[in-house]
């Protein structure tokens, strides 16, 4: 199962970041990368539970997005990175 297969997350955030997930800076912890820039660090939200657990814990975030030409690229997810906005679904 790919990436797109199983991400499926309705949100809104309060503020977008320009930084790239790909560009951050890896850490010892899977799925959370450092952003030089603003000295915090990141995690990947993958899941409606995940985004719910970081953005309550006031933690940056990055969600995979679809792309334009992920049937080119299925396994190359483009990320939002940024703080979420409540609520967190879309109604």
Not at 6 to 14: D, G, L, T, V
Request: aromatic letters at 8%; glycine letters at 4%.
């Amino acid at each position: 199962m790919s990436w797109n297969e199983k991400a499926r997350i309705s949100c809104r955030f309060r503020f977008k970041c320009p930084q790239s997930w790909d560009r951050l800076q890896p850490t010892k912890l899977e799925g959370v990368r450092h952003c030089p820039e603003c000295r915090r660090d990141v995690y990947l939200a993958v899941t409606e539970e995940d985004f719910r657990k970081h953005s309550d814990e006031g933690r940056c975030i990055a969600v995979p997005v679809l792309r334009e030409d992920h049937q080119a690229n299925p396994d190359m997810p483009l990320h939002l990175v940024g703080m979420a906005m409540p609520p967190y679904a879309s109604e």
